[in-house]
């Protein structure tokens, strides 16, 4: 999954917030996106799901901020 978004300057604060889970990947891919990968055998509508409820509650502590995730 990918995660852009609409500050970049917010970024490193997304990355450290993933990335507090050992089984998720996340990779930097430009100044404004990120790629998101969990480890294990969760199918892609888990791992959708699993990236969304954890980028919604990223969001609600940062509500000036636009995300738009995609496949």
């Not at 978004?5 to 917010?10: I, K, T, V």
């Not at 199918?43 to 995300?67: F, K």
Request: no cysteine; aromatic share 6%; charged share 25%.
């Amino acid at each position: 999954m990918r995660i852009r978004l609409s500050d970049e300057r917010q970024l490193e604060q997304l990355l450290a917030f993933l990335a507090f889970d050992p089984n998720v990947i996340v990779s930097r891919l430009a100044a404004d996106e990120v790629e998101v990968s969990f480890l294990g055998s969760l199918n892609t509508s888990a791992q959708m799901m699993e990236s969304e409820l954890r980028l919604r509650l990223w969001l609600a502590s940062h509500p000036d901020v636009i995300a738009v995730m995609q496949e």
